[in-house]
């Protein structure tokens, strides 16, 4: 008889939903997370009279009540929909580059189209043909991989196939003429990491589209709020947890789990771990190296650390509008070529890509009255940073950040007059917080040789279940959704072996 039917280790995205989720479906689980507080990403933390968010920019899939989306769903079941209250962002975004653009998409169709166009009139039937592809590309992705329709093939679903590994340069190339339009259609591939020319289209199409239809959303509170009512609500359920202790070790015999060792030297027996604590930890760190099969870690040899970020977080004395701040979302960039601002992402060198969001322009409520904050990021690996001597660490990258800041002033003037708290993460800072190698965000670099058309998902180890960013794509939604997907495997599983509990 095992302490647990299953022990979950880390509280980020994925390991709260699975524990929950099991948890309410009346399993014994324990959560152990090496931080102490639930969240992973999915935290925040305060300075001065601001409390800062850490991740969130926007969270996807939501969908409104009328034609919710995938996450809603998710939540519902999980039973904190009504617990949480989400605040609707209306745009996408808005996209500078200085001195030669400036344009505002809606979180709409039409209107992100009727923005398009009137900006690049003479690719108007192309922004079209765009739109039409992105669209039936997804109707057909969904009856292929959501629906699983058994009689998908290339004649019934002819885009989806044609598509689903294209470089989304690729595409954007068979479609546009115009760089700079292409830079504005394509601006999210920062949200998977890797640039148009190595994200496949697959990928991004459902960024986009996903956004478009189920819209960008913010959560009251923070991603905070979402990860705290995920723990009470867990711990309601009759779960168990335990802060400030890690795994250290996960047990394993004759290819099959069976328990989980805690950095203060716990024995706990298990038959079922979950690990939030991502792919790369577990398999070299948690688990000893004779348990791994040759061929799982040959695959991970070809795999590459994903993204983490420069954040600066920012408290202003002032409300975004007295700034001329009006619109939530806001990315600069100086350089029209994806490529060249992923290489720089790699160097510590003048980033040529910011993502700046106001949280206070949607919700006003965010920060205390009369003030508001702003959370300015860039996408940047860890390499780099890790090799910065210790005692030069703080002056390279407050030097980093007054670049990032003065990039963002040449557009918002007015916050270098109003910053009243400023606080600088770095690679290292995610690595130090999540434990992740190289602190990813969205875990390893997604090449199309990554996907789940050549990736099994399933664990060789018996009993092991990888939940969160790094087995699937990267984000809050996929990440909620993985925890809620092991746990119906967890069941299903335990179901087909007969209901054998600890
Ligand atoms: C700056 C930033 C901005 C972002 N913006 C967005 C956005 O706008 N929209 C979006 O969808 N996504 C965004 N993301 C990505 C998103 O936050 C992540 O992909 C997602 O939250 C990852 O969730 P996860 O389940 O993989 O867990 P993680 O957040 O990676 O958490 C893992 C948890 O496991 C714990 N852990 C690790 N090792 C151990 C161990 N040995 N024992 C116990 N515990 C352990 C860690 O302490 C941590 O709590 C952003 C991320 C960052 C950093």
Known sequence: MSDYDVVVIGAGNGGLTSALSLAKNGLSVLMLERHNIPGGCATSFIRGRFEFEVALHQLSGLGTEEFPGPLRNTLGELGVMDKLEFVRMDNLYRLTMPGSLDICLKADR??????????????????DRFFDLLYEYCTQWIHVTMLRDPKASKDKYPLYFKYALKSTQEVF???????????????????????????????????????????????????????STLLNTYLEAGGD????????????????????????????????????????????ELIEPEHIPNQLLRELGTMTLGTSFVSIFMGFDQEPHQMGIDQTTNFITTSPDADHVWDRSKTLSTPEWLLFSCYDVDDPDFSPKGASQGSLVTISYAKPWLSVPPHQYHEIKYAYAQKMVDTLA????????????????????????????????????????????????????????????????GGFQPSIQSGVTIAKSIQKSMETQGGERS
Not at 195 to 217: H, N, Q, R
Not at 255 to 282: K, L, P
Request: net charge negative.
């Open 110 to 127: 039409a209107e992100a189209i009727a923005a398009l166009k009137e900006q690049f009139p003479e690719e108007s039937s192309n922004i």
């Open 173 to 227: 190339d068979e479609f546009f003429q115009n760089p700079q339009l292409k830079t504005v259609i394509g601006v999210y591939w920062s949200y998977q990491g890797l640039p148009p020319s190595k994200v496949t289209f697959g990928d991004f199409a459902i960024i986009l589209w996903a956004y478009i239809e189920f819209k960008p959303w913010h959560l009251k509170g923070g991603s905070q709020a979402l990860s």
């Open 410 to 473: 040449g557009v918002f003037p007015a916050i270098k007059d109003h910053i009243e708290e400023i606080e600088v993460g770095t690679p290292l800072t995610h690595m130090r917080y999540l434990g992740h190698p190289g602190g990813s965000a969205y875990g390893f670099d997604r090449y199309a040789k990554d996907t789940e058309f050549f990736i099994e998902s399933r664990s060789p180890i018996k009993g092991l279940y990888i939940a969160g960013a790094w087995p699937g794509m």
């Open 241 to 284: 947890v335990r802060f400030n202790c890690g795994a250290k070790k996960i047990m394993v015999s004759n290819g099959r789990v069976t328990g989980v060792i805690t950095e203060e030297g716990d024995e706990i027996s298990t038959d079922r771990v979950v690990s939030n604590a991502g792919t790369a930890t577990t398999y070299v």
